[in-house]
């Protein structure tokens, strides 16, 4: 029997490696891939937090948050082509046509 | 028990690294399906089997699929040539490192010689009854929310793609250069 609190180590990492890969990449599917993983930590730790304290609230929740997560992901593709097909790019350095 | 929680934490956490750091979309993507599959794992091993199974349709297969087809249309050439990472990766690293680090410290300290109820192991969790149960009494606000959201984001994805097809369909710039009669044929109703 694995303590829980591991399982939250795992998941802080988790989300901190998902929170450096939308800070340091360029490639905007890159970033919501890394938003994915920093979700998927969250859940994470709501399932351990579940399981510590017994209570069905942590699994409930988790499941709307897939549902919320699935929402994110599928209005933020859309956008990501949107743009793809105006501006012919996914470089987030180049989306700054609102600073001029 | 211990072999198995660290097959799945090492190999997510090493394919999790994997996916911030590799240059091939596509390869970034398949190591997220792992690191998707290894958390789903580890929710079986914490007792949430029905999460398990809902981690694995909705993430490794809707979400999955959703970005292989994002990819496959916005496939570029170039994009693996480009520079990757943004100008102040040091910074981002150091303090997203030592944010990590505090997060874990303040982890093991609040749960040294913390104890789980002791009824803990008898009662039902994660079960589908339990789950069920949960969800239409006391958690009904919530679950209509997210079915509203689930709408909103289906809505939104519609228009986007709509507005890009009324955009194509303009006729001052697209069809200018086609005769006259499919001119007339094209317009927008």
Not at chain 1, 71 to 89: M, Q, S
Not at chain 2, 34 to 50: I, K, N
Not at chain 2, 156 to 175: F, H, K, M, S
Request: glycine share 4%.
């Amino acid at each position: 029997m694995i303590p829980v609190p591991y399982y939250l180590v795992i998941s802080a990492v988790l989300f901190i490696t998902g929170a450096i890969g939308v800070l340091i990449r360029r490639n905007a599917l890159i970033m919501l891939m890394s938003l994915e993983l920093m979700l998927n930590a969250v859940n994470l730790s709501f399932v351990a937090y579940a399981r510590m304290l017994n209570d069905t609230g942590g699994h409930v929740i988790v499941f709307l948050n897939i549902a919320v997560a699935a929402a994110e992901a599928v209005v933020g593709l859309a956008i990501l082509l949107t743009i793809f097909r105006n501006r012919e790019t996914v470089n987030i350095d180049h989306l700054n046509l609102m600073r001029h | 028990m211990v072999f198995f929680f660290l097959l799945f934490a090492i190999v997510g956490l090493a394919s999790a690294v994997m996916v911030v750091t590799r240059k091939n979309v596509m390869h970034a993507a398949l190591f997220l399906l792992l690191t998707f599959a290894c958390v789903g794992a580890t929710y079986v091993m914490l007792r949430a089997e029905v999460l398990a199974a809902v981690q694995v349709l909705v993430y490794a297969g809707a979400v999955m699929v959703l970005f292989l087809f994002a990819i496959l249309l916005v496939n570029m050439p170039e994009a693996v040539r480009l520079r990757q990472w943004t100008r102040q990766s040091t910074v981002a690293v150091v303090l997203a490192g030592l944010t990590g680090l505090w997060l874990i410290i303040a982890t093991v300290r609040a749960f040294t010689g913390f104890a789980a109820p002791p009824e803990a192991a008898t009662q039902p969790l994660g079960t589908p009854r339990a789950i069920g149960e949960a969800l239409f009494s006391d958690y009904v606000l919530p679950f209509e929310i997210a079915s509203l959201i689930l709408l909103a984001a289906m809505v939104g994805a519609i228009v986007l793609a709509r507005e890009t097809a009324r955009e194509e369909e303009r006729p001052d710039e697209a069809l200018t250069d086609l005769p006259p009669d499919t001119q007339e044929d094209q317009q927008p109703v």
